[in-house]
């Protein structure tokens, strides 16, 4: 089964940083399109950030110009680079394919911007 782990979370300030990180030890993230997702309590899980295999890369026009999707294929390790994070950014924060997601999720790890 596949399974991801995410980690780097934490309480940023308004205009801060933080960067994510997901592995899996089961599913390449180089040969395959990943994304990062998030989810606020009570609100429908959103995609933030798309990864292609080829390395081309989409955002939601709430994070354009402020995160970064990234990988390392050597760690199979899938990268989110948030910066000017604002109190809307507040949210868990998981990885998984785009689409269709696999219906088994991580744990995600919880962002939470204080102003």
């Known amino acids: 089964q596949v399974q991801f782990v995410e980690s780097g979370g934490g309480l940023a300030q308004f205009g801060g940083s933080l960067r994510l990180s997901c592995y899996s030890s089961?599913?390449?993230?180089?040969?395959?399109?990943m994304a990062w997702h998030r989810q606020v309590p009570g609100k429908q899980r959103e995609l933030v950030a798309r990864?292609?295999?080829?390395?081309?890369?989409n955002y939601a026009d709430s994070v354009k110009g402020r995160f970064i999707i990234s990988r390392d294929d050597a760690k199979n390790t899938l990268y989110l680079q948030m910066n000017k994070l604002q109190a809307e950014d507040t949210a868990v924060y998981y990885c998984?394919?785009?689409?269709?997601?696999?219906?088994?999720w991580g744990q995600g790890t919880q962002v939470t911007v204080s102003s």
């Open positions: 998984n394919r785009p689409w269709p997601p696999f219906d088994a």
């Open positions: 089961a599913f390449s993230f180089s040969l395959n399109r």
């Open positions: 990864l292609d295999s080829s390395g081309q890369a």
